[in-house]
């Protein structure tokens, strides 16, 4: 049992910069309170004492404002930074070194009886006021945005984004480079499409830039072949894109979420 906390302990120091001490950790984090609250409860859910689990987790609840299920299955390192307002369900399954912040909910979508919460693999992170609702399976490593409503499987190593939410691809490192080097031209940055971050509208953004490269490409073949022929109809240069012309969108735009 010593082992178990001394481990939940040093988890929140590789993922809080906030945590300054062993002894702050142990008596001012109400996410590990309720954890370890919560395998207690644990323990007389599986050995057939269901009220007495529930009095233990209503007594965490009001210690903590974190409410987890006695029934819900938990792995190692599991870490609830904030915690206040976090919900999980009755037959939700996290795995290890899983992050979730204050106001997730990990929820069902309906009435009936057996799995109805969601589960999640090793490393997920959930940001906060994430809802999470429904028997799928958010994949290791995974990310939910903040804000997020995700109803629907997410791949392991994805991010989800959005109302409701949207698994993020990110692009190849090649893809990122040409998008790049598209949005120099006009002056202006793409728009946050890079790896760091994700995001839905810049996915969107991105490519727009892909069809205007592809453009930009036959467009110069049919002029090429037009002035072979003799033809001066491509003579004319296209209008100068300057940066000044996207300086206020640059700057008063807001940044990528």
Known sequence: MFARIREDIQSVFHR????????????????????????LANVFWRNGCPWLARLVSNFGRWLTGIEIHPGAKIGRRFFIDHGLGVVIGETAEIGDDVTLYQGVTLGGTTWNKGKRHPTLEDGVVVGAGAKVLGPFVVGAGAKIGSNAVVTKAVPAGATAVGIPGRVIVKPSGEDELRRQ?????????AYGVSQDMPDPVARAIGQLLDHVQAMDERLDGMCKALTALGSDYCANALPELREEDFAGVKEESPPPV
């Open 16 to 39: 809080d910069p906030a945590a300054r001490s062993a002894f702050e950790v142990l008596t001012c984090y109400p996410g590990l309170h309720a954890i370890w609250l919560h395998r």
């Open 181 to 189: 080097k598209i949005a120099e031209r006009f002056g202006f940055d």
